[in-house]
């Protein structure tokens, strides 16, 4: 891995804190001091405004845009992409004495700090601003978005003349000017704004798909004087306040923020009614009482969630940000949301779902929130509709899941990836099937699950073919997790995954008709399934060819891949990565290199259905063939290599996971967080060291101790309980929260699990 | 092949006849009716206007221009492409009687007829107009564009009252509003418009390639008034007549066009000086000499290329139409014209010339206008320097030639096709040697040849690459002539002319070392070629991978092609036609469906390398595969087809290639000719019945009779000289023009050929 940490943020097990500020770090910085919750994001931008580069963003779950492509003149090939889009900056701010402005750019400034506290969603920012005349202004900021009132946001500050007394001039508003970066566009069109007595509020539509965002403020503080300046778009409250040297004025500015993605006469309704009852809301809200509730919910949230790392302070503060953000990018606090490729910190991916929300995330809201989990599971089956209008746009029958989408329609403009991919829909297969495994949530499969199934397996019955011998079914054209290989036939993943998506599909009919024939006969009815069609899945399940060398326990990745040219990857120049920059297209697949794992993902993924041999030999054979291009690669690297004993390499893979954009390793953090690599961060060490398998019967445990740390700990929501792990390089120490008598394997014994700590010792 | 014949025109061994007016018709007439000489082409368009649907279309060879595209962010992509622009309508005229303008969308007429007489080159037009009140106007229309002045083209009118005495009005201009179809933008900024005494003038220039057209004209007619119209990028003159019934009236314009592609002021000097002497050059023109220069032209080439059928009136109609349209479309005028896809006749793929120039051109010049041939090569010679830009461009060394271009830059941006297609390059090489194979041009080939067949080694040394083993070389990642298998490993025929053109290299670079020892040394030096590059052109070529299974004689068309699933061809429903439209783009490449030979396009190029058992097997395993979507294919498979004495077979693939565009079979010759199909017809009758080979060390013949015919006979340039064969039920004739003793093989028996001709019995 041509990559390296850039380590710029203090390291402090809890907080990640900028001590001193500098300008090369700003854009870095605004993804990283993002804040979210689900429902809306904003990133860490400085309140009261800066003239270096920055990249102001405040983004809505569901709320997007869209663009026509250049026609192709290809049949499925998409002809519109759609996009999150960044709304109205509510944070507006500008400070001003002595006719100077406070600008982070250009400013004089003295003991800087920011600090993101973790273990409470607070953000908060301080400095001391010297003006030409060598008066000291501090100035603190503080700010967090209610994750109990997902509408609300906060922010407050505080500005204490130290050495003077005089005027200060603060101007606070709401901001409809920000663009989309992407584009250059502002995607925004303002319909109503008001000056209230004590606020403003703003109605924006987007341009083009009748969406609306009714953002409001409340402002709390003491002035002299105040008065409004009415622009196109923005709106600003200008205070004039009287400082006192040495004592502190604070300003407070409530904000609720009002999202209507739907477009239904009833949407719209309850969206006017929000609007209606707006002030007073806004008149009811206490900052005291909305900062004690989010207080509690992370405090709760931490609780059932923490990992704990003795011994590695880097990789403790690296596996809290990564866990703070899992939480705040979603928490399943409302079905059809989703997790961007980005979370709610950046442009980047265009906001994008891609199939890492069931291959990556879902494993971790299966072990720390069940309903969440549900709720993401969910977001497919409301968008069958429109993977099925795609599977009809790409000769298939069934059901195709986008590659990148936002509403459930495919946004990736590349054919290579949008028609060759089949890992979004088997993906989805993957995650009902782990969740169902792990919840035993049988219900809710039959109901949501099977039709979506049915759907698959008829898309994988339309879009495989036969061997010319007939002698085995297979995808042809395809390109796998790698996407390095394309255009492939008989990706060993890909039909591995549509062999396991058909049997689950026969699994979930086969129970299904057993356990609750009423709802098996209305499904079979509405999606009008024959007998004739479950026969054939049966026999192309059968027949699916996994491309395998018995002598050496290989996997082939797919058929002919062993022919491949061979590259020495560590031979490639370092300043030819990345590659997609420094090589023609084309020539990044014309030999035996990875993007990312591909048969390895599928190891993981079916961990159980391999021998740790096959695993042995497969590692060694395409572990050195990856150049872990992917932000996702590594993590499934090491928590195969713990598997392996290979405690180096998992070691050396495992630490870039959990710092990844703290340290910036792909210098792109700037473009928003690699959220996906955070979910796989977790995996890593819950998987990973300690060595949870959760694709068996039982949930597996078998843990070690990277020779690195002295010990660690993690929770796991299981069964309805909470499970306390701990390992030091002696023992795992076990207990749940309510001892409800859940039973696991420890290297492969069984155990009943209760309140009291059992300890089992550590494998060497 | 789900294509049928749309006969419209009259039958006739060396006329195209339109006897009355369809308008549906009315664009593929436009093609059909098209003029050209190689420096311009000129449209079949209604000179007196047409207010139907109409593609009025003036095009010069090399006169071109370009558009951006779409920034790609993958290296290797292009990022603008190229396009043969319509220029000014010079034929502009419009007809006025009784305030009536004369108009076949919307006139009363009868006795339409036009013709275009294929002997001569002149396409004539008539009809009577009848006026609403019943007066009626006999208007007869010629042109022709002059083949012994390029720069030259006539229009004579001819008016004559049938019932009637009075005024009639007839407008003359030369009209630059014409945009370019695909991008419904004009192309030019007009720089000089100048009306004359007795002409026209006008200078335009390209909006940003830098290039100039000067269209002028004489006027040649007796008039009462006259008066000019001047409007932004249109000079019209207005003529009133007086007409007497009975009396004809004729109007004469003598076109010149000077045309300037070059930007070195070298060339910028050249075109102000030939726009100097225009009033002095158009002056001294004279219908009746350029008319006689123009059939005397036609005359001298008809009797050295025609190919007589006796028995079948419409392929000797298609294939006389064939014949003219090659020689309008290049016969070796200028260095540095191409050939178009559509020749001069259109805009659809751009103006842009393909390798079926080198495929499917060349052999038609090699034995019909040896010096054509020789400039034909020579563009790609004048191209080296852009080839090897856009090598590097897709990091190989050498060069690479463009699948699709007009300067020698590519301009196919589609990458799968631009990237992954090198039948491009090798066919430059094969069209080289082929070329030396038939004339023993050595010389040429040491100076012209050599640096390119260097620099072609080079690449396809580092775009290729070793199998696993590192046993075998070969090409990963391409695309081969058939078009519906994409991104394959080690195609049969990309590695087998990789083979050919290394082998062509060290064979030249050994002859030229050895006999032209002062050009070697130059050529080695100036391209810095070292031995062991030399060794290692000679070692790949000796690993070349060539896919072929020994037991059935069949070259494997990709590796892995044999595993694919099977497709019966019959079996889609002929709705389904042209599949790009009603397929998924990724659909057509998941199966064994050929688009066009591949296997196959190799065997007939090299066909002395295999044997007629060889070729049975493959053309009996991939014939039934192939749904000749390609124009060409047909052609390719009715020559084979011959050689394996199918002859029903042959002859069914025969009929498509010369009447493709006479009959409309593709259902787009409105767009323009399929010029590449024409050449492809010639081919299909000397390669096909005649059974001629020219890839052996002697020119062989092994001919055959259709049964449909009588008899057929061809010329061929060969040795300095010409042959005549003709061919009947019972014998071969051949006789030579000058009878310079030459030798060929006649069913592989050799014999001397003199004036007086050789019987030789059909073979059974």
């Given amino acids: 891995m041509a990559k390296s940490a850039d380590i710029y943020y203090k390291v402090d097990p809890w907080r990640v804190v900028e001590t001193g500020f500098d300008k090369e770090y700003a854009v870095v910085s605004e993804s990283i001091f993002s804040l979210g919750n689900e429902y809306m994001g904003t990133r860490g931008s400085f309140d009261e405004g800066y003239s270096g580069d920055?990249?102001?963003?405040?983004?809505?779950?569901?709320?997007?845009?869209?663009?026509?492509?250049?026609?192709?003149?290809?049949?499925?090939?998409?002809?519109?992409?759609?996009?999150?889009?960044?709304?109205?900056?509510?944070?507006?701010?500008?400070i001003e004495a002595d006719g100077e402005c406070a600008d982070l750019n250009t400013s004089t400034f003295e003991d800087f700090e920011r600090v993101l506290d973790l273990k409470t969603g607070i953000l908060t920012r301080s400095y001391t601003w010297i003006l030409k005349s060598g008066k000291k202004v501090r100035l603190e900021f503080e700010r967090f978005l209610s994750m109990k009132e997902a509408e609300i946001a906060v922010q407050k500050i505080k500005i204490t003349p130290l050495n003077f007394s005089g005027e200060v001039i603060l101007y606070s508003g709401i901001d409809f000017t920000q663009i989309h970066h992407m584009t250059g566009r502002s995607m925004w069109n303002v319909a109503d704004t008001t000056f209230e007595e004590d606020g403003i509020t703003m109605?924006?539509?987007?341009?083009?798909?009748?969406?609306?965002?009714?953002?409001?403020?409340?402002?709390?503080?003491?002035?002299?004087?105040?008065?409004?300046?009415?622009?196109?778009?923005?709106?600003?409250?200008?205070?004039?306040?009287?400082?006192?040297?040495?004592?502190?004025?604070?300003?407070?500015?409530?904000?609720?923020?009002?999202?209507?993605?739907?477009?239904?006469s009833q949407e719209k309704d309850a969206f006017q009614g929000k609007c209606a009852e707006n002030s007073k809301?806004?008149?009811?809200?206490?900052?005291?009482?909305?900062?004690?509730?989010?207080?509690?919910?992370?405090?709760?949230?931490?609780?059932?969630?923490?990992?704990?790392?003795?011994?590695?302070?880097?990789?403790?503060?690296?596996?809290?940000?990564?866990?703070?953000?899992?939480?705040?990018?979603?928490?399943?606090?409302?079905?059809?949301?989703?997790?961007?490729?980005?979370?709610?910190?950046?442009?980047?991916?265009?906001?994008?779902?891609?199939?890492?929300?069931?291959?990556?995330?879902?494993?971790?809201?299966?072990?720390?929130?069940?309903?969440?989990?549900?709720?993401?599971?969910?977001?497919?089956?409301?968008?069958?509709?429109?993977?099925?209008?795609r599977a009809k746009a790409l000769d298939c029958?069934?059901?195709?899941?986008?590659?990148?989408?936002?509403?459930?329609?495919?946004?990736?403009?590349?054919?290579?990836?949008?028609?060759?991919?089949?890992?979004?829909?088997?993906?989805?297969?993957?995650?009902?099937?782990?969740?169902?495994?792990?919840?035993?949530?049988?219900?809710?499969?039959?109901?949501?699950?099977?039709?979506?199934?049915?759907?698959?397996?008829?898309?994988?019955?339309?879009?495989?073919?036969?061997?010319?011998?007939?002698?085995?079914?297979?995808?042809?054209?395809?390109?796998?997790?790698?996407?390095?290989?394309?255009?492939?036939?008989?990706?060993?993943?890909?039909?591995?995954?549509?062999?396991?998506?058909?049997?689950?599909?026969?699994?979930?009919?086969?129970?299904?008709?057993?356990?609750?024939?009423?709802?098996?006969?209305?499904?079979?009815?509405?999606?009008?399934?024959?007998?004739?069609?479950?026969?054939?899945?049966?026999?192309?399940?059968?027949?699916?060819?996994?491309?395998?060398?018995?002598?050496?326990?290989?996997?082939e990745q797919h058929e002919g891949y062993f022919n491949l040219p061979h590259i020495d990857i560590d031979k490639i120049p370092i300043e030819e990565f990345p590659l997609y920059h420094h090589w023609t297209y084309d020539r990044i697949y014309r030999n035996d290199m990875l993007k990312q794992p591909d048969v390895l993902m599928l190891m993981l993924m079916y961990n159980r259905d391999f021998t740790d041999a096959q695993l042995k030999s497969n590692y060694e054979y395409y572990e050195p063939r990856c150049i872990h291009e992917s932000s996702l690669s590594p993590s499934v690297h090491s928590i195969l290599a713990s598997?392996?004993?290979?405690?180096?390499?998992?070691?050396?893979?495992?630490?870039?996971?959990?710092?990844?954009?703290?340290?910036?390793?792909?210098?792109?953090?700037?473009?928003?967080?690699?959220?996906?690599?955070?979910?796989?961060?977790?995996?890593?060490?819950?998987?990973?060291?300690?060595?949870?398998?959760?694709?068996?019967?039982?949930?597996?445990?078998?843990?070690?101790?990277?020779?690195?740390?002295?010990?660690y700990s993690f929770k796991i929501h299981f069964g309805g309980d909470v499970l306390f792990v701990s390992v030091d390089k002696d023992n795992m120490k076990i207990s749940t929260k309510k001892g409800s008598g859940i039973q696991v394997l420890i290297y492969e014994k069984p155990y009943t699990l209760g309140q009291e700590e059992l300890v089992v010792p550590i494998a060497r």
């Fill in 203 to 264: 109605l924006g539509n987007t341009v083009s798909t009748d969406q609306s965002l009714f953002v409001s403020c409340r402002f709390q503080c003491d002035y002299e004087e105040k008065s409004d300046i009415r622009e196109d778009k923005k709106l600003v409250r200008r205070f004039l306040l009287r400082a006192e040297e040495g004592k502190t004025l604070s300003f407070t500015k409530l904000i609720r923020n009002i999202s209507r993605k739907g477009t239904t």
């Fill in 397 to 555: 029958k069934g059901a195709f899941y986008p590659i990148a989408t936002i509403t459930g329609r495919e946004c990736c403009s590349l054919w290579q990836h949008a028609s060759l991919q089949l890992q979004a829909s088997t993906a989805v297969a993957y995650g009902y099937w782990h969740y169902e495994n792990i919840t035993g949530d049988e219900e809710f499969i039959f109901e949501k699950g099977l039709p979506i199934l049915i759907e698959l397996s008829r898309m994988l019955a339309t879009r495989g073919d036969w061997s010319a011998d007939k002698t085995r079914y297979g995808f042809y054209g395809v390109m796998g997790p790698d996407e390095f290989q394309m255009m492939v036939n008989n990706n060993c993943y890909t039909n591995y995954m549509g062999k396991k998506t058909l049997e689950y599909t026969l699994d979930v009919l086969a129970r299904c008709g057993a356990k609750a024939a009423e709802i098996y006969q209305e499904i079979i009815k509405d999606r009008g399934l024959t007998t004739e069609e479950i026969e054939y899945f049966r026999n192309i399940a059968e027949h699916m060819y996994i491309p395998y060398e018995k002598e050496t326990g290989i996997f």
């Fill in 643 to 711: 598997q392996l004993k290979k405690e180096e390499e998992a070691y050396k893979f495992f630490g870039f996971a959990t710092r990844m954009d703290l340290d910036n390793y792909n210098r792109n953090t700037g473009e928003g967080l690699h959220t996906t690599s955070i979910a796989a961060a977790w995996m890593n060490i819950v998987y990973g060291f300690g060595g949870m398998r959760s694709d068996g019967k039982e949930l597996t445990f078998a843990p070690a101790l990277p020779k690195e740390w002295k010990s």
């Fill in 54 to 94: 920055g990249l102001i963003g405040n983004y809505f779950n569901g709320i997007y845009e869209g663009a026509d492509l250049e026609k192709s003149g290809y049949k499925g090939i998409i002809s519109r992409t759609e996009f999150i889009v960044n709304s109205a900056d509510w944070l507006y701010t500008r």
């Fill in 281 to 389: 809301i806004l008149a009811a809200l206490s900052y005291e009482e909305l900062k004690e509730d989010t207080l509690k919910w992370w405090e709760d949230t931490w609780n059932d969630s923490d990992i704990a790392i003795e011994g590695d302070e880097l990789n403790q503060q690296g596996i809290r940000f990564c866990i703070f953000q899992m939480h705040q990018t979603y928490h399943g606090a409302d079905k059809g949301t989703i997790i961007g490729a980005k979370g709610l910190t950046g442009e980047a991916y265009s906001g994008n779902t891609f199939w890492d929300t069931e291959a990556y995330c879902l494993p971790f809201y299966i072990f720390n929130n069940t309903e969440a989990a549900k709720h993401l599971l969910e977001f497919r089956y409301l968008t069958l509709p429109e993977a099925m209008e």
